[in-house]
């Protein structure tokens, strides 16, 4: 652990630091061993915990469902299959409630996003301290393991859904149509200016909303933990306020990680009916 | 909590994933489970078919029955009215057999009175005879006088 670690603004900044690789300022490519280095490497440079975490969590999630896949039987289901089946129907079903268009892909969108974001917000329920302190050991200096409070893997999934959207808009409506709609409404075409700043920012509002909005319920949630954290933390000798502020640690972090359960199913399920309701969007004329 | 190129990763990963889902996950699962869906569907209509099934065939079972009960109750008087005309049958037979035999005794009997009387007769001639040789007191030559007997026996 880096020596910043030591005070409460260290710790935090500690946790809330990516294991970012790229340029370091001497030129040589490695791993930033702080905030200001991992600034300085500008855009081309990788958040590895990051980027792994959630690589892992796709893999595991994919692997999964495809184990099931393959030795699926139309007979009495069992184990995991049961777990999929209600998976796969609970995600159909939340498509067709509020996707009308015909389109094969919206549905394994769908189970892909709550899935991987699900995985991906309940790394938060790990203890903060364990997996950084492990890989601190293994002279790893920073690992944060939620991958959905980095907007980096946030906005990365919103932008997926983004441009589908754009594809599926232009692809229903025609590059016409969909031009027209940016521009023809809501004030017809004398009003083109001013419909195309307020359609864009409708536009752009999508992904951005969904990037952020996961992001920052993941990272508000991550911080509260820390904070709980820094509480118990923060008890020096055996006083009666230090007991006493330990105590409450183990309670706040139970509470606030059961009420975090919701949070991260929550999120989970918000991002992936919005992206279908934006598909559905985007297949759909104005009228 | 800088925007870097992890972003681009993001996107990409996002992209593999959502389309391994779609080809290798997806399918196979709703397959399954609308042939699952098929088969149920299939299994109650089956059901409710051999349920169908049963109550006609119940119904025929008991239709056969009455049947065979009314048929075998025709068959019982049948045979019933068959035996008493056979009885009657024999009946009248028997009379008829018994007539015939009566006749036939009667037939006998005045055949047999018939030839007694013949044999009587012809012992009343011979009897005659000796009676009528005693009295003339000499044998009568039975060869001479054979017409006369016969005569005489005839009127007796």
Known sequence: MSSEAHTSAGYIKHHLQNLTYGQLPDGSWGIAHSAEEAKAMGFWALNLDTFIMSLLLGAVIMFLFR???????????????????????????????????????????????????????????????????????????????????????????????????LYYSVKMKGLGGFVGELTLQPFGKWGMPVNLLLEGVNLIAKPISLALRLFGNMYAGEMIFILIALMGGAWAGASLGGVTLYGSQILLSLGWAIFHILIVTLQAFIFMTLTVVYMDMAHQEHH | ?????????????????????????????????????????????????????????????????REAKEKAGEIVTHGEKRASEIIEEAKVQAKLEGDRLITGAKAEIDQEVFRAREQLRTQVSAIALAGAGKILGREIDAKAHNDLLDKLVAEI
């Open chain 2, 1 to 65: 909590m800088n925007i870097n190129a992890t972003l681009l990763a993001q996107t990409i990963m996002f992209a593999l994933f959502v389309w391994f889902c779609m080809k290798f996950v997806w399918p196979p699962i709703v397959a399954a489970l609308e042939q699952r869906k098929k088969q149920i569907a299939d299994g109650l209509a089956d059901a409710e078919r051999a349920k169908h099934d049963l109550e006609l065939a119940a119904k025929r079972s008991a239709e056969i029955l």
């Open chain 1, 67 to 165: 184990s099931v896949a393959k030795n699926i039987t139309a007979g009495v289901p069992s184990g995991l299959q049961n777990f999929c089946e209600w998976s796969i129907e609970f995600i159909d079903s939340s498509v067709r409630g509020s996707f009308s268009a015909k389109n094969d892909m919206v549905a394994p969108l769908a189970l892909t996003i709550f899935f991987w974001v699900f995985s991906m917000n309940l790394m938060d329920l790990l203890p903060i301290d364990y997996v950084p302190l492990l890989m601190s050991a293994l002279g790893v200096p920073f690992f944060k393991i939620v991958p959905s409070t980095d907007p980096n893997a946030t906005f990365g999934m919103a932008i997926g859904v983004f441009l589908l959207v």
